[in-house]
């Protein structure tokens, strides 16, 4: 699967630049700062990781209009992940197994923090 053109076609606007983890989440970054790699860690170590009970196990789904797949939101707006429905065992899966699988894959990128993409749009 290729995330950055996936995160190209779905990120709107011309001046939002973002970096991409290996197993697709995606940080925007609102306000980039003069290293957008440093900044993208620093934002996945505070807000990356799972906590149970907490606001950081918390999910949003949006089912995407001009792509099949979804986005799964988190606690920390700047942070999305992209399901795909090659990635799911169900052709109709529930919300929620979308969620725990997008939220999942946050985690492992929090864990590993390896960057495989930088869009730089200053």
Not at 12 to 34: Q, R, Y
Request: glycine fraction near 8%.
């Amino acid at each position: 699967m290729n995330y950055v053109e996936i995160w190209r076609k779905l990120i709107i606007g011309d001046n939002k630049s973002w970096v991409l983890f290996e197993n697709g989440t995606c940080v925007t970054l609102m306000e980039p700062k003069e290293d957008l790699a440093t900044q993208a860690i620093d934002i996945m170590k505070e807000y990356g990781l799972v906590h149970v009970g907490t606001g950081s196990a918390d999910v949003g789904i949006i089912k995407l209009d001009n792509d099949p797949g979804w986005v799964v939101t988190g606690h920390h707006p700047d942070i999305l992940n992209y399901m795909s429905p090659d990635e799911l065992k169900n052709d109709n899966p529930e919300d929620f197994v979308v969620g725990l699988l997008g939220r999942y894959k946050r985690e492992m990128d929090s864990e590993s923090l390896n960057i495989t993409h930088i869009e730089d749009k200053r």
